[in-house]
């Protein structure tokens, strides 16, 4: 559980805070009132420290109640929060909320060009032993449907830190970026964008102790899947992997692990990248 405070009114508190405070629940019952007490040893909280220098100020609040633990953000779907509150800061300050709100499940945007991809990995199922889903999103081509049975490149784009294939919205929301996809000057090109959902945070597209196998997941399930639905066809090696800042890291990442699998990578802007090289 997380609560949030902030004196800045144009966001809601859960997207940008100044202080934040965190606390596990246990045996809490829902139907009782949970009471979060900072003097704790077990709760958590960052900014608490510089609070008392703005006493009398005005204060906005809210709380976050992580349920969902396929996702290791805050403000993910199934996660539940309160309605925005505020308050004049005191020195001993006592808030009432509830959790009234559910936050719903994210939609890739309805277009022609534009197709979404969701699996059951049964290489994470087994790691974790119940059932996971892994997703990406599609953007086709202007000219995809006008040339039956053409074999067009793929770039599969690798998410900065936390980001998800729904990112794919932004893009196509906005019209200078819609008018010159559908012009002759763009790219003729299938790309995908890549979803880094995990339990603990970005997965990084690649194995790991925690996450699992998410690197086999995507180039043995996620991929062939997405593939068979555009009817790319591997032999004409154009799939390739594009990124920037940690997705930067993560295309250049996948294509250190998997050379004879992606047939190049556009990596730019990316994390610092230190490299061993013996021989």
Known sequence: ????????????????????????????????????????????????????????????????????????????????????????????????????????????????????????????????????????????????????????PICYRAPGLNVRAIALNGMMNKKEFTDWWFSKDAPQVIYVFLDSQGPYGDTYQVDSENNGPCGKALTEELIPAIEKLVQYNPATKMRYLTGYSTGGWVALALQIFYPDFFDGTWSYSLDRLNLSITG
């Open 1 to 152: 559980m997380l609560l949030h405070l902030t004196n800045q009114n144009e966001k809601e508190p859960r997207s940008k805070s100044e202080v934040t405070v965190g606390v596990t629940p246990e045996d809490w019952d829902p139907a009782t009132s949970f009471v979060i007490d900072t003097k704790r040893k077990n709760v958590l909280n960052t900014g608490m420290d510089k609070m008392s220098a703005h006493v009398g100020e005005k204060y906005y609040f809210q709380v976050v109640y992580k349920q969902n633990i396929t996702d290791g953000n805050e403000n993910v779907t199934g996660n539940l929060y309160s309605e925005v509150d505020s308050i004049l800061l005191t020195r001993r300050t006592t808030l009432h909320l509830a959790l009234q709100k559910m936050i719903p499940p994210s939609v890739i945007i309805s277009h022609p060009f534009v197709k979404s991809v969701e699996i059951k990995s049964n290489y994470l199922a087994d790691f974790f032993g119940n059932p996971r889903f892994i997703k990406a999103a599609i953007l086709l081509p202007s000219g995809y449907f006008d040339h039956a049975g053409k074999i067009f």
